[in-house]
């Protein structure tokens, strides 16, 4: 097996959205925030090559939306998926299988693409299922008036319609074991319904994706939690339940949307949970 980070682009966001009802005077230490109160945010996506399998987790915004769309996010930076697989000898069409661990637009809006005039969406990776879950699924299709910005259709409606939409079993309990792509998922619901989180072994080492759950090094605290979850109290739990498991297996936790730490691991402390040490993906598979 062989792990890759690919940046999809970087953007911005409001830093209050991001911490929710967390004081500026304490985010800002680890997030600090432009003139307009945004912050830094990646959109950094992870390929696992795995055999014959080459299966790309989560991918970006995407480029179909309008200016007046994208201008809401202070694009920057000038990664692309195309360009960040291209630098580890890949092409989109060499994908097997795109896995998204939620279907907000910063997390699948790549997936999807304008056909060649323009006149409709195609599969971006034509090679590829997109892989979700049941509930997940009815809950981006049938859309909260919270989330309803969120879940866009044009990213959502044409991978069934493309015949390459396949689901990821339920479990139990949190964590289903072994999934469809070999790797176990952490599932959370705080953030948006099932929500998955791949932990993927390598080399004795698990490597865990954690999307929304925890964004960047500074929601490492309980209480920080984004306003934009829809369940915050639930989060809060999911939260406190992975960051000890976290910390007692010394898990690797790869952040997609901290836009200057790419890998970090965890230690208890007197004051919970917190940061142990920040890596590359590179230091820890080499």
Known sequence: MKLYPINSGNFKLDGGAMFGVVPKSLWQKTNPADTNNMIDIAARCLLIEDGNRLILI????GNKQSDKFFGY??????????????????????????????????????????NNDRTGYEPAFKNAPFWSNHDHWQWA????????????KENILPMQDSGQLKFISLPEKDILEKSELG???????????????????????????????IPTVG??????????????????????????????????????HDAHNEIITVQHTD????????????EITE
């Open 58 to 61: 989560d991918t970006g915004m």
């Open 73 to 114: 996010y202070y694009l920057w930076g000038d990664d692309t998926i195309d360009k960040s697989l291209k630098q580890h000898g890949f092409h989109r069409d060499d994908i097997t299988d795109v896995f998204m661990t939620h279907l907000h637009f910063d997390h699948c809006g790549g997936s999807i693409q304008w």
């Open 141 to 152: 299709v049938r859309p909260n008036k919270r989330e309803k910005a969120s879940f866009l």
């Open 183 to 213: 790797f176990d998922v952490f599932f959370a619901n705080g953030h948006t319904d099932k929500q998955m989180l791949p932990m993927i072994n390598y080399n004795g080492k698990t490597i865990v994706f954690m999307a929304d759950l």
């Open 219 to 256: 929601h490492l605290p309980i209480p920080f939690v984004m306003g934009y979850d829809t369940r915050p109290l639930l989060t809060l739990d999911e939260k406190e339940r992975f960051l000890n498991l976290a910390a007692d297996n010394n898990y690797y936790l790869f952040l997609e």
């Open 271 to 282: 004051k919970g949970v917190r940061l142990k040490d920040t890596f590359t993906l590179n």
